[in-house]
T-cell receptor
Framework: ETGVTQSPTHLIKTRGQQVTLRCSSQ?????VSWYQQALGQGPQFIFQ???????GRGNFPPRFSGLQFPNYSSELNVNALELDDSALYLC????????????FGPGTRLTVL | RKEVEQDPGPFNVPEGATVAFNCTYS??????FFWYRQDCRKEPKLLMS???SGNEDGRFTAQLNRASQYISLLIRDSKLSDSATYLC????????????FGTGTRLKVLA
């Protein structure tokens, strides 16, 4: 396996709520990226953290935010949930800033009702 | 226009067939290229990197054409276990490193 874990596996929320998703990277992997994968689509880049600082962001609104911690764990927070936020959320870690092999976690499937 | 485009398929092929997937990318400054495989309801996993000179890994061959901004993946002697979605991935370095995924091409290998 990749050594990247995510929690929870599944989550159901209602519109307007807030959610926090968690990721634990491989030890020594200083970069973590978060992706949103809607059904039938490829993963869409949300943002990337390197050594606890955001160093890249995709086309997602500010209500998507994140944190990375010194212990190789990270969080994705989404405020004011919308129905279209329903998706598989994947985190991926790698040792450096790139180019490098990304190792994906199993994902958190979020359903917004 | 999407940054990375793939034919979504599905490609239905018999066991033992050879199948090819294509991918085009729009950013000529893209540095690195990959093929990932994603099984149903699972996370993507790296299948292979794509090098300028082309590279082979067993039954899988990847090619890159920088002039045409085109990447391909060839699978020979298809197995039932090859059934999956194949994602083309381009590393964009506009400012920071950012991996751009295509929509993926679904392959179903039939017995």
């Amino acid at each position: 396996e990749t050594g990247v874990t995510q929690s929870p596996t599944h989550l159901i929320k209602t519109r307007g709520q807030q959610v926090t998703l968690r990721c634990s990277s491989q030890s020594g992997h200083n970069t973590v990226s978060w992706y949103q994968q809607a059904l039938g689509q490829g993963p869409q880049f949300i943002f990337q953290y390197y050594r606890e600082e955001e160093n890249g962001r995709g086309n997602f609104p500010p209500r998507f935010s994140g944190l990375q911690f010194p212990n190789y764990s990270s969080e994705l927070n989404v405020n004011a949930l919308e129905l279209d936020d329903s998706a598989l959320y994947l985190c991926a870690s790698m040792a450096g800033q790139g180019p490098d092999t990304q190792y994906f976690g199993p994902g958190t499937r979020l359903t917004v009702l | 226009r999407k940054e990375v485009e793939q034919d979504p398929g599905p490609f239905n092929v018999p066991e033992g067939a050879t199948v090819a997937f294509n991918c085009t990318y729009s950013n000529s400054a893209s540095q690195s290229f990959f093929w990932y495989r994603q099984d149903c309801r699972k996370e993507p996993k790296l299948l292979m990197s794509v090098y300028s000179s082309g590279n082979e890994d067993g039954r899988f061959t990847a090619q890159l054409n920088r002039a045409s901004q085109y990447i391909s993946l060839l699978i020979r002697d298809s197995k039932l276990s090859d059934s999956a979605t194949y994602l083309c991935v381009v590393l964009s370095t506009s400012g920071t490193y950012k991996y751009i995924f295509g929509t993926g091409t679904r392959l179903k290998v039939l017995a």
